[in-house]
């Protein structure tokens, strides 16, 4: 027999749905004839599996030591030496800044993503362990290229996940990133206009006018530095759409320096021969939250700054 007692992760599935991940390989034909049979049972009663768990729930799996192996497959995860920065950690939430060069989530199913590099630190650090990876993985809230540094916010727990999930969806988590683009913009604005992203290259399209499969976006920004050849710009996304920064630029004559997909190949032969660069300057780097309740009240108003990385700033003090 096995005991399961529901934990704050847990909370909130429906019954049969935590029973898969807990019995992974069992078919769900299976589960349902324990639960008609009264093999599992939830709080000592009948379950027909579709009940919504609550913490401290019991479940009880009447189930031989040996059924429980074979229909058991723990949770496997790739072990990394993570690769980032912690820039706020909490009960909920781990914000980190990711360096250039590491995706943000699988891609292929082989990837090494900024998701193993969070499990691997938090497995490292004695906040989760591979039992209960078995029924929750930590996941991250915002996504970021794999060309783009700065912060991401990552979800320690359900509540922390959702929470921060739906910050990103309702737009009321402010995110501002800084770049270097060609040309000189001495005054703030915000544009508009639609974007439309081509799935098979991976690569968007800005237009002034709506068309089929495109959407509104919005982006400001405002001059922090800049000369005659290059402007160093702080920018607010205010929608937050595929490539939405590098190709919204782009479509205004102000490419991001190193940008391979949208940007200025002169400009970027000239980048790369003198500093060897190969991707684009941008980076995430502040978030402020909004007034929060609850468990998240701490967090109200809080500003959150990712350094900006060094190979950024050399090319800053050199351009500008």
Same mark, same amino acid.
């Given at each position: 027999?096995?005991?399961?007692?529901?934990?704050?992760?847990?909370?909130?599935?429906?019954?049969?749905?935590?029973? #898969?991940?807990?019995?992974?390989?069992?078919?769900?034909?299976?589960?349902?004839?324990?639960?008609?049979?009264?093999?599992?049972?939830?709080?000592?009663?009948?379950?027909?599996?579709?009940?919504?768990?609550?913490?401290?729930?019991?479940?009880?799996?009447?189930?031989?030591?040996?059924?429980?192996?074979?229909?058991?497959?723990?949770?496997?995860?790739?072990?990394?030496?993570?690769?980032?920065?912690?820039?706020?950690?909490?009960?909920?939430?781990?914000?980190?800044?990711?360096?250039?060069?590491?995706?943000?989530?699988?891609?292929?199913?082989?990837?090494?993503?900024?998701?193993?590099?969070?499990?691997?630190?938090?497995?490292?650090?004695?906040?989760?362990?591979? /039992? /209960? #990876?078995?029924?929750?993985?930590?996941?991250?809230?915002?996504?970021?290229?794999?060309?783009?540094?700065?912060?991401?916010?990552?979800?320690?727990?359900?509540?922390?996940?959702? *929470?921060?999930?739906?910050?990103?969806?309702?737009?009321?988590?402010?995110?501002?990133?800084?770049?270097?683009?060609?040309?000189?913009?001495?005054?703030?604005?915000?544009?508009?206009?639609?974007?439309?992203?081509?799935?098979?290259?991976?690569?968007?399209?800005?237009? /002034?006018?709506?068309?089929?499969?495109?959407?509104?976006?919005?982006?400001?920004?405002?001059?922090?530095?800049?000369?005659?050849?290059?402007?160093?710009?702080?920018?607010?996304?205010? *929608?937050?759409?595929?490539?939405?920064?590098?190709?919204?630029?782009?479509?205004?004559?102000?490419?991001?320096?190193?940008?391979?997909?949208?940007?200025?190949?002169?400009?970027?032969?000239?980048?790369?021969?003198?500093?060897? #660069?190969?991707?684009?300057?941008?980076?995430?780097?502040?978030?402020?939250?909004?007034?929060?309740?609850?468990?998240?009240?701490?967090?109200?108003?809080?500003?959150?700054?990712?350094?900006?990385?060094?190979?950024?700033?050399?090319?800053?003090?050199?351009?500008?």
């Amino acid at each position: 027999m096995k005991i399961i007692k529901v934990d704050k992760n847990e909370a909130g599935q429906r019954l049969d749905k935590l029973l #898969l991940k807990q019995l992974n390989k069992a078919p769900k034909s299976f589960i349902y004839k324990m639960l008609r049979k009264k093999n599992i049972t939830l709080n000592g009663k009948k379950a027909d599996g579709s009940e919504k768990t609550q913490i401290n729930d019991e479940i009880k799996l009447f189930l031989s030591d040996e059924t429980i192996e074979n229909f058991s497959e723990s949770f496997c995860t790739t072990i990394v030496d993570y690769n980032f920065t912690v820039v706020y950690e909490d009960s909920n939430i781990l914000i980190v800044n990711k360096p250039a060069g590491l995706l943000s989530q699988k891609a292929e199913k082989d990837d090494i993503s900024l998701v193993e590099h969070i499990i691997s630190y938090l497995l490292a650090q004695g906040k989760i362990n591979t /039992e /209960e #990876l078995q029924t929750f993985k930590p996941g991250i809230c915002n996504r970021l290229d794999r060309n783009t540094s700065g912060l991401v916010v990552a979800g320690k727990t359900l509540l922390g996940l959702q *929470t921060m999930s739906e910050l990103f969806r309702i737009r009321t988590l402010d995110k501002y990133y800084l770049c270097i683009v060609k040309g000189s913009i001495k005054e703030a604005q915000k544009i508009t206009g639609y974007l439309r992203k081509d799935e098979k290259t991976n690569k968007v399209s800005i237009s /002034e006018k709506f068309s089929e499969g495109s959407e509104p976006i919005q982006t400001e920004y405002q001059p922090v530095q800049y000369n005659d050849k290059y402007t160093l710009l702080k920018v607010k996304l205010i *929608t937050g759409k595929t490539h939405q920064i590098r190709a919204h630029l782009g479509s205004i004559g102000h490419p991001i320096a190193g940008d391979g997909k949208y940007g200025n190949k002169m400009l970027n032969t000239e980048l790369r021969k003198e500093f060897g #660069l190969e991707h684009q300057l941008l980076h995430a780097y502040q978030l402020i939250f909004p007034h929060m309740y609850g468990e998240f009240e701490h967090l109200s108003g809080k500003e959150l700054i990712a350094q900006v990385p060094d190979y950024f700033l050399k090319i800053q003090n050199k351009l500008l």
